[in-house]
């Protein structure tokens, strides 16, 4: 069975902390593997990663790919008060995603 | 990416009603997805929104419960059947103009029903 598991399920750092958080998956039929923010209801798209080892940045943020041992790390650095919420961390396979549990960050001031 | 306008973006209902969430697309999509995120967990797919035949529901799911439709590239409706305290969600809709390319998300439903 198609799986994302994310840790860790929730974390509290400081501003200014610099966090990582883990994404590893079993789906059958990789497409791609994508992270989101989410702070309210909507969740909004981040970053898409189909290859292995290349990073991708936006900012303070970034992220990487590993086919071969089949996971994703989500860096943020410098953390700030806005970048509290929840990150989900999904993988398209056949025809649909398949989300992760989340991983719940909360930076104090 | 395009964008997706969900309505209501929540609701107070009475068990044993049905309500049902609009999504409207700014442009045509190949893809579209209901999600249900109950509180304090991920999204779970309900169904893949198939336009012009019947939704492709996941194990769990039945379209008794949870009637899609999808006229067309651009709409779909879930209606949330018989309601019971344990629908009281948050229910998404989402959106995916090709594959391999990222899913976007309507404003989300938070339904309670009480």
């Known amino acids: 069975e198609d799986k994302v598991v994310q840790s860790p399920l929730s974390l509290v750092v400081h501003e200014g902390d610099t966090v990582t958080l883990n994404c590893s998956y079993e789906?059958?039929?990789?497409?791609?593997l994508l992270w989101y923010k989410q702070e309210k209801k909507a969740p909004t798209f981040l970053f898409m990663l189909?290859?292995?080892?290349i990073e991708k940045k936006s900012g303070r943020l970034s992220s990487i790919l590993d086919k071969k041992e089949l996971f994703s790390i989500l860096n943020i650095t410098a953390t700030q008060t806005g970048d509290s919420a929840i990150y989900l961390c999904?993988?398209?396979?056949?025809?649909?995603?398949?989300f992760g549990t989340g991983t719940r960050l909360k930076v104090l001031a | 990416s395009a964008v997706i306008s969900q309505k209501p973006s929540r609701d107070i209902c009475q068990r044993g009603t049905s309500l049902t969430i609009q999504c409207q697309v700014d442009?045509?999509?190949?893809?579209m997805f209901w999600y249900r995120q109950q509180p304090g967990q991920s999204l779970t797919l309900i169904a893949t929104?198939?336009?012009?035949?019947?939704?492709?529901?996941e194990s769990g799911f039945v379209i008794d419960k949870f009637p899609i439709s999808r006229p067309n590239l651009t709409f779909s409706t879930l209606t949330v059947s018989n309601m019971s305290p344990e629908d009281s969600s948050i229910y998404l809709c989402?959106?995916?103009?090709?594959?391999?390319?990222?899913?976007?998300f309507g404003q989300g439903t938070r339904l309670t029903v009480v």
């Open positions: 189909t290859s292995s080892g």
């Open positions: 442009s045509q999509v190949t893809m």
């Open positions: 789906v059958t039929n990789f497409r791609s």
């Open positions: 929104a198939n336009q012009g035949s019947e939704a492709t529901y």
């Open positions: 989402s959106a995916q103009e090709a594959p391999n390319t990222e899913a976007f």
């Open positions: 999904a993988v398209e396979g056949t025809y649909k995603y398949i």
